[in-house]
């Protein structure tokens, strides 16, 4: 009789990473299904659809190109460290009207981000118009 970690990977179905990432995009499950990451390397983008569909990608196996990155203004510039436990917090409650509540969660908009960078770009537009009257 075979041990039975043998029978249950005997029972798993083998993938190749393209024909799971066509599963994903047609929404069907990977469940039963394995894939041999042996002498492959995926894209970093195929490895983050994967692990959304709860495939681990072993660190060995993910190939990225530095020249693919797209910068994004959002992280250029000096970078502060930030401690959570020192930032003080100011809570503030809004009412929305009911279609931009639906819009929000629909589209799961982080209120507390959105509201910080507006506050941030207001205040910014307020100082430099301030220095110009």
Not at 8 to 34: T, Y
Not at 105 to 120: A, M, R, S, T
Request: charged share 30%; proline share 4%.
């Amino acid at each position: 009789m075979l041990p039975m970690f043998l029978t249950i990977k005997a029972m798993m179905h083998k993938l190749s990473v393209s024909e799971a990432l066509r599963k994903i995009q047609a929404g069907e499950s990977l469940n039963g299904c394995s894939i041999d990451f042996d002498r492959i390397k995926i894209e970093a983008l195929d490895v983050m659809k994967l692990a959304k569909a709860g495939i681990l990608v072993p660190e060995e196996a993910i190939y990225y190109d530095d020249a693919d990155i797209v910068p994004d203004e959002d992280f250029e510039g000096d970078w502060v460290r930030i401690e959570k436990a020192t930032s003080p917090k100011t809570e503030v409650q809004i009412t929305l009207q009911e279609d931009i509540r639906q819009w929000v969660e629909k589209n799961q908009v982080p209120l507390d981000k959105l509201i910080e960078k507006l506050l941030d770009g207001f205040y910014q537009a307020q100082k430099t118009t301030s220095h110009k009257a």
